[in-house]
C-alpha cells in the first residue's frame, strides 16, 4: 500500500473516525498535526497543496491529497472486510454498506459519551 498521511487536528471528531477506521483495516497511518485555532490549514500552502477548502481531515496517499472523512473511511475500508466488493464475500452488499455507514453514527456516538 502507499503511504498513508492523515493531515488531522486530533480533537477533531472527523479525524478521530479516519483513525478508528484505519486501525479497524490495520492500515498503518502517519499522522501530521495542525492547528485550526491558529489557521494552519489556511495557509496558501495548504489551500494550493493539500485542501483548497481549508479543512481537515486531509487523507494522503502517496502524493495526492484526498479531502473530507467520509471519502477517507470509504477509501481506507475499500477492498477491506469492512467493505469488501465480492458479493460473494459480502453476500449481502447493500447490507454490509449499511453496517459500514452506520459506523459514522456509533463513533458520533461514542465521542458525545466520551465528552
Ligand atoms: N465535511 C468535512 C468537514 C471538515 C471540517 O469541518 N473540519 C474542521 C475540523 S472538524 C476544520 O478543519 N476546521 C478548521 C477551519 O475551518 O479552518 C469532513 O467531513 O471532513
Known amino acids: 500500500m502507499e503511504r498513508?498521511?492523515?493531515?488531522?487536528?486530533?480533537?477533531?471528531?472527523?479525524?478521530?473516525?479516519?483513525?478508528?477506521?484505519?486501525?479497524?483495516?490495520?492500515?498503518?497511518?502517519?499522522?501530521?498535526?495542525?492547528?485550526?485555532?491558529?489557521?494552519?490549514?489556511?495557509?496558501?500552502?495548504?489551500?494550493?497543496?493539500?485542501?483548497?477548502?481549508?479543512?481537515?481531515?486531509v487523507l494522503q496517499v502517496g502524493d495526492r491529497f484526498l479531502p473530507e472523512s467520509n471519502a477517507a473511511c470509504w477509501y481506507l475500508a475499500s477492498d477491506t472486510p469492512l467493505m469488501p466488493e465480492d458479493r460473494e464475500a459480502s453476500h449481502r452488499p447493500v447490507a454490509c454498506r449499511a453496517r459500514t455507514r452506520s459506523l459514522v453514527p456509533a463513533v458520533a456516538a461514542s465521542l458525545a459519551d466520551a465528552a
Do not use: W
Not at 473516525?17 to 495548504?46: C, N, S
Open 4 to 57: 498513508l498521511v492523515l493531515h488531522e487536528y486530533a480533537r477533531s471528531g472527523n479525524c478521530y473516525k479516519i483513525r478508528l477506521t484505519a486501525a479497524h483495516v490495520g492500515a498503518a497511518l502517519e499522522r501530521r498535526e495542525y492547528d485550526i485555532m491558529q489557521g494552519e490549514t489556511r495557509t496558501p500552502e495548504f489551500l494550493a497543496k493539500a485542501n483548497a477548502n481549508g479543512r481537515i481531515p
